[in-house]
């Protein structure tokens, strides 16, 4: 079961590799502190790991 999760951009992207920006932009991570509502599918939590230590995830 899917249960929704809130996560935000808590570190800069700056200086990080061209494939982390990516995966914080398909995620919808554009601006610092602000926060996305999303579902822990697979694909997400497996895009989440990618990015861990730029974001703070909580569940909803």
């Known amino acids: 079961m899917v249960k929704p ?8 992207p700056i200086g990080r590799p061209e ?3 990516r995966v914080l932009q398909a995620l919808g991570l554009t601006r610092m502190h602000r926060p ?5 599918s697979p ?3 497996g895009a989440l790991k990618k990015v861990i230590h ?3 995830i909580e569940e909803r």
């Open 5 to 12: 999760i809130q996560v935000r951009l808590v570190r800069s």
């Open 19 to 21: 494939k982390h920006h």
């Open 36 to 40: 996305v509502n999303l579902y822990s």
């Open 43 to 45: 694909q997400v939590l």
């Open 54 to 56: 730029l974001v703070k």
